[in-house]
């Protein structure tokens, strides 16, 4: 079981960025994603989920509205898409997998990560 994020960078305040997790050694579809971040100094909060099942998604209120989460099945990838970038959104991102759909996001309930991705907002 593995999982691969990548799409991370450097973007200037405003900017977008798609993140990518692909799956390996198991079907994303049978899987609730989620996406958390890490800043320096600060504990991993949960930022959104999916349901590939059913479609459910959950946002944190910080990124509601700017964030969605996609997945593609046939391509066993879960996106996703960053708009207007704030550097309070510099963090290292990570992709996780769990069994079921739980909201709010709970790092213990998830039993499957990826190492991570940097993503860096500043001008």
């Known amino acids: 079981v593995q999982l691969v994020e990548s799409g991370g960078g450097l973007v200037q305040p405003g900017g977008s960025l798609r993140l990518s997790c692909a799956a390996s050694?198991?079907?994303?579809?049978?899987?609730?994603i989620g996406w958390f971040r890490q800043a320096p100094g600060k504990e991993r909060e949960g930022v959104s989920c999916?349901?590939?099942?059913?479609?459910?998604?959950y946002y944190t209120d910080s990124v509601n509205g700017r964030f969605t989460i996609s997945s593609d099945n046939a391509k066993n990838t879960v996106y996703l898409q960053m708009i207007s970038l704030k550097p309070e959104d510099t963090a290292v991102y990570y992709c996780a997998a769990q069994e079921y759909y739980s909201v709010p996001m709970r790092e213990f309930e998830y039993d499957y990560w990826g190492r991570g991705t940097q993503v860096t907002v500043s001008s």
């Open positions: 999916i349901s590939s099942s059913d479609g459910s998604t």
């Open positions: 050694g198991f079907t994303l579809a049978n899987y609730v």
